[in-house]
């Protein structure tokens, strides 16, 4: 017994060294850059193009109304956050306020390490429900652009709790934060670059692939749908096959269908269509993407023609026992 405690109590502070070095070697994204970012008409501009549009970020930050088709936000509160998620698993998962009452005492190299690499101000990681790793490759302009324009938001006083992981999860999400790695904005001629890139950062690939456990894509399956996303009050719905399969994707659309289908949200009327309280309801953002270009979306049209299509028939809207979700 005295050798075990003996063994033990040696044991104790190697655990409690190889923590520590671990706690101070994650994440690996380094400090944030030291930044004043100009705040230029044509920077705010395409800043609210990304932010209402293309990177949906108030489709998180924001509170959606469900009472309504696709959850428009509802107005004023554009970036307040203050959205709860709970994983028994996880831990409790709070969506941060961005507006200019939160990020403050953010610099801008602190804001732009956040977006791109998923580590707060205080070096501690976020988890990847927001899409830092398919923000980790915007173009140094467009993050630039996305901050300048989260500066000029009103600030609305909303004082969220932090992300609170359970163990051993705590450890695991340290992991997760990659360095910035940029990359230049193709030529908007480069349809299918250009495309593939606008799906990226769209987050198309992260709503639209299903995952393992470990929140890693399922091989082959990439923009295959079938991921599950739960509607308060409302239940499961899963993403839709968007690969060109013929059958069960969107093999049978053209351009001008698809640029049409989202068009068509920026209708007003459009935009907030009632859904009965036992209704079916979607949590894609249709009236933020209703609001890019054309081009833009006919060039993520191009590129999604270039995936591999997959057979994958996806039952939307399953059945579900809410009392199970609550």
Not at 205 to 222: I, R, S, V, W, Y
Request: charged content about 20%; hydrophobic content about 35%; proline content about 9%.
């Amino acid at each position: 017994m005295k050798k075990f405690l003996k063994i033990f109590g040696g044991m104790v502070p190697l655990a409690g060294a190889g923590l520590a070095y671990f706690l101070w070697r994650y994440p690996q994204v380094g400090a944030a850059a030291n930044l004043k970012i100009e705040p230029t008409p044509a920077r705010i501009a395409r800043g609210e193009y990304l932010v209402n549009h293309v990177t949906h970020c108030f489709s998180c930050h924001a509170t959606p109304d469900y009472n309504y088709y696709s959850g428009p936000i509802v107005p004023g509160t554009e970036g307040k956050g203050g959205t709860k998620f709970e994983d028994e698993d996880l831990g409790k998962l709070y969506i941060p306020n961005i507006t200019p009452a939160a990020l403050r005492n953010w610099s801008d190299g602190e804001i732009v390490r956040a977006i791109t690499s998923g580590v707060n101000k205080n070096g501690g990681a976020l988890f990847p429900m927001m899409p830092y790793l398919e923000f980790r490759h915007l173009p140094e302009e467009d993050v630039h652009a996305i901050v300048t324009y989260l500066r000029t938001l009103p600030p609305i006083p909303n004082e969220v709790p932090r992300t609170q992981f359970y163990f051993p999860f705590s450890l695991v999400a340290r992991t997760f934060p990659q360095p910035y790695k940029p990359e230049p904005r193709p030529a908007a001629s480069d349809t299918v670059a250009y495309g593939k890139l606008l799906t990226s950062v769209a987050g198309c690939h992260f709503c639209h692939t299903q995952t393992n456990d470990k929140g890693e894509a399922l091989p082959g399956m990439d923009f295959a749908g079938g991921l599950e996303h739960y509607i308060p009050e409302r239940g499961i719905v899963r993403s839709a096959n968007i690969t060109p399969d013929e059958d069960t994707g969107i093999g049978a659309w053209d351009k001008i269908y698809l640029v049409t289908r989202f068009k068509e949200y920026a209708d007003s009327t459009n935009s907030h269509i009632p859904v009965a309280k036992d209704g079916e309801n979607t949590v894609m953002p249709w009236t933020m993407f209703a609001g890019m270009t054309e081009a833009d979306l006919g060039a993520i049209y191009t590129y999604l023609r270039t995936v591999q299509p997959v057979r994958n028939e996806v039952e939307k809207h399953p059945k579900t026992d809410m009392m199970t979700l609550r």
